[in-house]
Structures are given as C-alpha cells and as structure tokens.
C-alpha cells in the first residue's frame, strides 16, 4: 500500500489502491506507465496527498524519458555493438593515433593495440576502469577519418552514457582532422555543450611533446567557439588520475549502500549504483520487487542526514548513503 512514513490517508479511493497494484506488479515500462496515470487519475487531490502526486509525477516522467529514449535507439544497434557493463560506458574517439588505445591501456587492464602508425584499431575493445569500489567501462574505437567512417561508429558514440574524444595537437593534419570529427558530428546532431546525452569532453593530447603547448594553445584558439579542450598526456600520471572522477562525475549516478535491519554494514559492501534523483523507493525496487511491494519506511546514514534518521519513500539518495530498508 502506498504510504509515508508507515501510513495512509484515509480517503484513498478503491480505484486508487487498484492502479497502486497494478503499478507493484507490472513488470514492463509501458504497463507501469499505465498504472502510474490512472494513479495520477483517481488520486483524492488535497494537501495531505502532494507528496504523493509530486512522486507518481517524477516517477511517470522518469520513465516516459527511459521508453523515449529505448524507442529512439532500439531501431540503431552499432554494427560492431559493445554489451555496456559496470556503472556506465565511456566512448573514446577520436582522429587516427590521437592516443585512445595509450589511454584504454592505462587506464585499464585490456591490453590495445598500440603503435606510432594510424589504423592500429580495427575494432571496439571495451576495458574496465576502476574508480573507488565501482567499475566503469571504456571503449576504444576505431579512427575517425574520411577513409574508415562508418555509421555505426557515430551510433556508437551517441549510445554512450559519456565520451572522451581525444585529437593529437602535433598532428600535422589536426585542423583537416577537427573540421572533419566537426562536421560528422553535426550530421549526427552530436554536441559538445552537455545540453544532451553523452556529455563529451575534448583533450588536446600529447602536449608533453617539445611544441605540445604551443600547438595546444593555437588550435584551442581557432575552435574555442566550437568546443572547450583540455591539454592532456595520455603518458602523465598527473594527467591520467583526474580521468575516473571526471568520469564518474559526468555519468550522474550515486553508490547507495544497504544493511539488514538491526545488523552492522559489511566490511567492503558493493553499492547500487543508481542515477542521481532516484529514491529510497527505488533502491527498494533495485534490490528487491517484494521489499519495494512490501515497502513500510527506511533509516539513512549519510552526508545530508543524521545517524539513523527515518526518511520517507520519496527521499532523494546520495552518494556514499547506507540505507536501512524496513519492509
């Protein structure tokens, strides 16, 4: 039964509490959606359900956003598709010999192909890159240039929950190769201002070269309208260590951490990864359908609360927060 803090509302209406178990019971997108509007529907509006409206709104937002996005990308599947895994996928692209294998190698333990000649790359290789407890995949790809671009290698990229495109500023073609990646991409409608998935972030690699910044720092000049890039080394440590926050920052998810009720956290617990703006409510659903069905309250340690505090279903997690789910 849907509730706040252990209890209801005493004039929910027969008809509200059948979409309530229909929404508890659906198993697909569309019949949630159902469910969740016929909620909105035959929900008693007053003061004492706003919490509530607001909830079923958020949720029924939510997921026509994720059937939106499944419609619009169900009919491209990348020819050479990569299986996502761990908390997010991250795209490396780029011209040829920009540096994407040297960064996968470094950055992970899959072991590319990399040499001082173009086209090393003939395929995706996904590698897994740790930050903290969490592992978040990369995908090296194959160049992209006039002679090797294909479709699905832009399909690719859009797909991704984020990308590093990376160009080398000593190449002696880096402005050809730049307004070619410029126009691919806006044919794709592929953006660099984060108003739209995947948030992409351009490196100016290889300034540990002897002209590295100067060349940086002119080519930076040209495109500064187009797109802000970062001087970068694929071989500095210094460089390479701000890669996983970076990362984990753009994919906008939150490690949630659960305990029984009653008992201490484990050692070394593996989160829920979630997207930011979910609730406790859905980290019951994430960890099981009959504790989410079954739902009564949750306790949260954690940054934005104190030890233990009671939180209702509608309570936004955060990063890091250990929940306690009563059900």
């Known amino acids: 039964m849907w509730s706040y803090n252990g209890t209801v509302p005493a004039n929910l209406t027969h008809a509200y509490l059948e979409a309530e178990q229909k929404f508890k019971s659906a198993s697909s997108n569309p019949e949630k959606v159902g469910a969740l509007e016929e909620m909105l529907r035959t929900i008693p509006k007053h003061k004492g359900t706003e919490k509530m409206q607001a909830d079923i709104k958020r949720r029924l937002s939510r997921l026509r956003k994720e059937a939106q996005k499944k419609t619009s990308k169900a009919s491209q599947k990348p020819f050479h598709y990569i299986e996502k895994e761990g908390a997010g996928q991250v795209v490396l692209c780029g011209p040829p010999n920009s540096g994407k294998s040297q960064l996968l190698k470094n950055l992970t333990h899959a072991e590319p192909k990399v040499a001082k000649y173009p086209f090393t790359t003939q395929k995706p290789l996904p590698g897994m890159m740790t930050y903290e407890d969490i592992q978040i995949q990369l995908v090296d790809t194959t160049p992209l240039a006039p002679e090797t671009l294909e479709p699905w290698q832009l399909v690719m990229i859009q797909q991704a ?27 794709r409608h592929i953006v660099f201002d984060g108003s739209q998935s995947p948030l992409l972030f351009v490196l100016g690699n290889k300034i540990d070269d002897p002209q590295g910044r100067g060349n940086f720092s002119a080519w930076q000049e040209l495109y500064q309208e187009q797109f802000q890039a970062e001087p970068f080394s694929a071989l500095s440590e210094k460089d390479l260590v701000k890669i996983p926050k970076r990362l984990f920052d753009a994919l906008e998810i939150v490690r949630v951490y659960t305990k029984a009720p009653g008992k201490k956290p484990e050692a070394n617990p593996t989160p829920y990864v979630l997207k930011q703006g979910n609730t406790i409510f859905d980290v019951a659903v994430t960890v099981h359908r009959e504790m989410a069905q079954n739902f009564k309250f949750a306790r949260v340690w954690g940054k934005a609360k104190f030890d233990g505090q009671m939180v209702e279903r509608s309570y936004l997690v955060e990063d890091g927060d250990l929940v306690e789910i009563h059900w």
């Not at 590093?164 to 691919?184: H, S, Y």
């Open 161 to 187: 929950d984020a990308g590093l495109l990376l160009f080398d500023v000593n190449d002696p073609d880096l402005l050809v190769q730049t307004d070619f990646v410029l126009a691919a991409f806006k044919d």
